[in-house]
Nanobody, 125 residues
Framework: QVQLVESGGGSVQAGGSLRLSCAAS????????MAWFRQAPGKELGGVAA???????SYSEYVKCRFAISQDNAKNTLYLQMNSLKPEDSAMYYC???????????????????WGQGTQVTAAS
């Protein structure tokens, strides 16, 4: 089994930065692809960024050039550095993992079987 625990959320002013962390445990091969998703009240769950164990990244067009996904395999931790935050970035952010996800499906939530509980991010205008 895989367990995912997010941290690092909070409230910042628009234009500020936050770094989210996702501590992972369990078989590494079961979490070969990891991703961040977010859901705002009344909106659908949407993909933010994904990374494979080989370091290949994918980004939503809404966060590209502002957010950066990375991972520290020694610490079994996934990160999401969020810069230039906008009010529309406010949402619950979730970490997800799966053994295999095609490159063109890595921002699709239904492709992932392991999920964390989420961490809230609020960017105030």
């Amino acid at each position: 089994q895989v367990q995912l625990v997010e941290s690092g959320g909070g409230s910042v002013q628009a234009g500020g930065s936050l770094r989210l962390s996702c501590a992972a445990s369990g078989d590494r091969y079961r979490r070969s692809v990891m991703a961040w998703f977010r859901q705002a009240p009344g909106k659908e769950l949407g993909g933010v960024a994904a990374i494979s164990d080989g370091g290949v990244t994918s980004y939503s067009e809404y966060v590209k050039c502002r957010f950066a996904i990375s991972q520290d395999n020694a610490k079994n931790t996934l990160y999401l550095q969020m810069n230039s935050l906008k009010p529309e970035d406010s949402a619950m952010y979730y970490c997800a993992a799966d053994p295999i996800v095609p490159l063109d499906r890595r921002l699709v939530s239904s492709e992932y079987i392991y999920w964390g509980q989420g961490t809230q991010v609020t960017a105030a205008s």
